[in-house]
């Protein structure tokens, strides 16, 4: 009889060992996990890379495509979409696309070519045109970028923005405005033309005037219109993430066609760098539209470094042409724009149209 005890208690000795043992192993998966999921970085880098074989790999910060798609489904069914779209037989796309995956590692050490950036995006269109399939836009956005002699910043802008505007579900063109010859350089014209030109082609109803260098960190930033002007590039790296000042309007911004034409476009005639995106702000200002813009964090974006190009140098006169954008607005804009196209060229991501500005 005395025999049994020991068994009894070594019985419950072991099971507690494994209590132990399971319990710890549970403490040890859980740290592992919270840590390998702060480590965003590398699992965020795989998924930036784009699928060869589909549309736009998934860019996420989990580090796993089967839960980022659940995640999306979950989001989808949150949003159902029971609109019709008027006048079409596709549902309208939901306000909030549950393809977004929100922060997106941005780096500009490996170069792109431009044949990896059509094959890894085979939905996009002649002269850069794309539409969701599956639903009707909410917005037609022309996108409007000033350049001059900056191919290798256009080749990483395609390969980053052409797969966030298809998770955005845009339906969307892409328009580079070339400046022909070597005088010096007006990015506001350049903007203008961009919108004349877009506007020939396609019932446009939203722009977006980004400059070349400047790619979003987060496509949670919609390239897209709203109520008020948008800017959309308001934490740049160059600037440590943070605004230069609260009037700052330059990189990336949006506008609807009646935003953009109530304040007579942007000004023709600051040429060589700086003013021209003070005068834009004085302009809406003007009006008394104030300016719309996402958070700080979804706002991220990166600037891909380069020296200044020739022809750009800083603008002696934009101190004097700012202080009097009220006077100027009406005369000087869309309204009174002239500029001669000498090419245009539907390429595969883009279109490329080559214009002759004349000169200051
Ligand atoms: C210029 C703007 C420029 C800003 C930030 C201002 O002084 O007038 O054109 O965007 O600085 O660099």
């Known amino acids: 009889m005395a025999s049994a005890e020991p068994t009894v208690n070594f019985n419950v000795l072991h099971r507690t ?44 910060t989990t580090g796993s495509t089967e839960a980022a798609k659940l995640h999306l489904e979950a989001k989808a069914a949150a949003e159902p979409e029971d609109e019709l779209a008027a006048g079409k037989s596709l549902k309208k796309c939901p306000q909030t696309s549950p393809l977004l995956v929100g922060p997106l590692r941005v780096e500009f050490n490996i170069p792109v070519s ?27 956005v022309a996108i409007i970028i000033p350049f001059r002699k900056r191919d290798e910043h256009l080749k990483f802008w395609l390969y980053y923005l052409h797969p966030i505007l298809q998770r955005q579900q845009l339906d969307y063109g892409v328009y580079v405005i070339n400046q022909d ?23 446009y109803d939203c722009f977006v005037f980004s400059d070349v260098d400047l790619i979003p960190m987060d496509d949670r930033n ?40 109530r304040i007579n476009g942007f000004p023709n005639n600051y040429w060589g760098w700086g003013g021209e995106d003070d005068d834009i702000y004085n302009r ?20 891909i470094r380069h020296e200044r190009d020739k022809q750009n140098e800083p603008n002696p006169q934009r101190f004097d042409r700012i202080a009097h954008t009220r006077e100027t607005m009406n005369k000087d804009g869309i309204k ?19 214009v002759d500005i004349g000169k200051p």
């Open 17 to 60: 060992c494994k209590l132990v043992v399971l319990l710890c192993f549970l403490h040890i998966s859980v740290t592992v996990f919270f840590y390998v999921r702060s480590l965003d970085i590398p699992f965020s880098f795989v998924q930036n890379q784009q699928t060869r074989a589909g549309i736009t790999g998934p860019i996420g």
């Open 114 to 140: 431009l044949d990896e950036v059509e094959e890894t995006n085979p939905n996009v269109g002649p002269g850069g045109r794309y539409k969701p399939k599956d639903c009707a836009a909410l917005q037609k």
């Open 181 to 203: 010859g070597d005088e010096i350089f007006n990015r506001a014209k350049l903007l203008n033309v961009g919108y004349a030109e877009a506007m020939k082609e396609y019932d």
């Open 222 to 261: 919609i390239y897209k219109c709203f109520s008020q002007p948008r800017h959309l590039s308001v934490s740049m790296d160059k600037f440590g993430f943070r605004l230069p000042y609260n009037q700052y309007f330059g990189g990336v911004s949006s506008m609807m066609k009646e935003q953009y034409l």
């Open 284 to 303: 809406l200002a003007s009006k008394g539209m104030t300016i719309s813009r996402p958070s700080g964090d979804v706002g991220k974006c990166r600037m």
């Open 336 to 354: 009174s724009l002239s500029y001669k196209v000498v090419s245009k060229e539907r390429l595969p991501l883009y279109t490329k149209i080559t």
